[in-house]
């Protein structure tokens, strides 16, 4: 199997081409820094996607504007923080401001030449919106946890992806799906039989970070520790 066997290559967005840790770590500051400072960025980290998994789970159906909002004010009564409905709102306002990873926009503008390129995203239109002037590209299509009304990993979202790139004459072997969380993305994708290349953005400093962790072995097909390398990886191909 190499990169040049795909016509179409999937993305999940958060953590993948946009560095939502670093933008994370931003939004929480306030909030960190008023009512939990001894906390490092991995415990915080942490304690993020904690509430997030659970918060999506038990409100599918949610934007992910107000699921962060939601997280926030979980995380503030957690520290012993009094409750602030415009704090939580402005972190749920946050996306649009989270970085672009420097080595995406060049990556995306590369691959957009070879392939189609798609997003399946666990956010909202109008958060990916905001996000989407960072990324360099025009995308061929962006499915969002708002279409489906689930967040990944649940298998709707891959189904849904799979059925859209389906009707309009993609075969599911001709689909790469490009990923940093295992959680999130590589355990559905192999529930699916969808090819997946793992974007190991924490090879430096390990752990999950941001995402849930995961129990047993994640197979994946491809792994870079950045969007540079899997373009890099093409182009080497001739």
């Given amino acids: 199997m190499q990169l040049s066997d795909f016509r179409v290559l999937t993305f999940d967005c958060y953590g993948t081409l946009i560095d939502w840790e670093s933008g994370l770590r931003t ?21 993020f996607a904690e509430h997030e998994s659970h918060q999506q789970a038990l409100t599918p159906a949610m934007p992910y504007s107000e699921v962060l909002a939601a997280v926030h004010r979980r995380l503030a009564a957690d520290w012993g923080a009094p409750p602030d409905p415009v704090a939580d709102a402005r972190f749920g306002g946050s996306v649009g401001e989270w970085p672009a990873f420097p080595d995406t926009p060049g990556a995306l503008r590369y691959l957009k030449q070879h392939f189609r390129l798609v997003i399946l995203s666990n956010v909202d239109h109008a958060s990916f919106a905001r996000s989407l002037p960072r990324l360099g590209v025009a995308f061929d299509a962006v499915y969002t946890a708002q279409d489906i009304g689930s967040y990944k990993p649940d298998a709707r979202n891959f189904a849904y992806l ?12 001709e689909v790469l799906h490009v990923a940093q969380s295992l959680f999130h993305d590589h355990v559905p994708a192999n529930a699916v039989g969808l090819a997946s290349a793992w974007i190991d953005r924490r090879h430096a400093t390990g752990g999950a970070g941001a995402t849930a962790p995961v129990n047993g072995t994640v197979r994946y097909d491809f792994r870079f520790t950045s969007m ?11």
């Fill in 162 to 173: 799979l059925d859209r790139l389906a009707a309009d004459g993609v075969a599911k072997h």
């Fill in 27 to 47: 939004a929480l500051a306030p909030l960190r820094n008023a009512a939990a400072p001894a906390l490092s960025d991995d415990a915080m980290l942490e304690a």
């Fill in 228 to 238: 540079a390398a899997l373009a890099d990886a093409h182009r080497s191909l001739g």
